[in-house]
């Protein structure tokens, strides 16, 4: 059964400091994965999907990274601003279905 | 094109109400699926459509009911409400089952 891990839960940085989001999955079988941002009470924006064939997608500031092997996947956010504080949620597209991690909360201190 | 809409985008309900949630999409897309989203928690799939007519269930479909009567169409029924559904649910689309899915704006249900 696939499970999806994203380490740490929350994470708080300065802002400008380039950091890196972690998604951690079991079974390397997947089709493809979407990263996901969501800002408190509202809905899902989607922000990058790598295609089970692709390495990496870039999107401005944020480059995601899939690792299907190592069963990883990394998001990276340049020069980060406040306004990206969110939740980051992961999910992988395996056997017919979404399979989605709890989520990093994201807090950039001015 | 509208994309993902669903209605309603809050709803209160007492115990033992019954309740439809509505999801429609104007892509003409064959997948179709509802998931709830828990406070700490990923989404969890609830119950999923691949096309008109066909339908079936996900990791936790008790308590809720659907059907596809058409391609654009998912409700979602709640039979018997109860406090454990107390969730923000959202609908999803695509073409294909594992190709991008696109989420509606997400329903928010709390069952007093």
């Known amino acids: 059964k696939q499970e999806v891990t994203q380490i740490p839960a929350a994470l708080s940085v300065p802002e400008g400091e380039n950091l890196v989001l972690n998604c951690s999955f079991t079974d390397s079988a997947i089709y493809n994965l979407q990263w996901f941002r969501q800002d408190p009470g509202k809905g899902l924006t989607s922000l990058l999907l790598i295609q089970s064939s692709q390495r990496e997608q870039t999107s401005g500031r944020l480059n995601a990274s899939l690792d299907k092997s190592s069963g990883r996947s990394t998001l990276y956010i340049a020069a980060s601003q406040p306004g990206d504080s969110a939740t980051y949620l992961c999910?992988?597209?395996?056997?017919?279905?979404?399979?989605w991690g709890a989520g990093t909360k994201l807090i950039i201190k001015p | 094109n509208a994309g993902v809409t669903q209605t309603p985008k809050f709803q209160v309900l007492k115990t033992g109400q019954s309740m439809t949630l509505q999801c429609a999409q104007d892509?003409?897309?064959?997948?179709m699926s509802w998931y709830r989203q828990d406070p700490g928690m990923g989404l969890r799939l609830i119950h999923y459509s691949v096309g008109a007519g066909i339908t079936d269930q996900g990791e936790v479909p008790n308590g809720y009911n659907v059907s596809r009567s058409t391609t654009e169409d998912f409700p979602l029924r709640l039979l018997s409400a109860a406090p454990s559904q107390t969730s923000v649910y959202f609908c999803a689309s695509s073409h294909g089952t594992n190709n991008e899915q696109f989420f509606g704006p997400g329903t928010r249900l709390t069952v007093l």
């Open positions: 999910a992988a597209y395996s056997n017919y279905q979404l399979i």
């Open positions: 892509m003409n897309h064959e997948y």
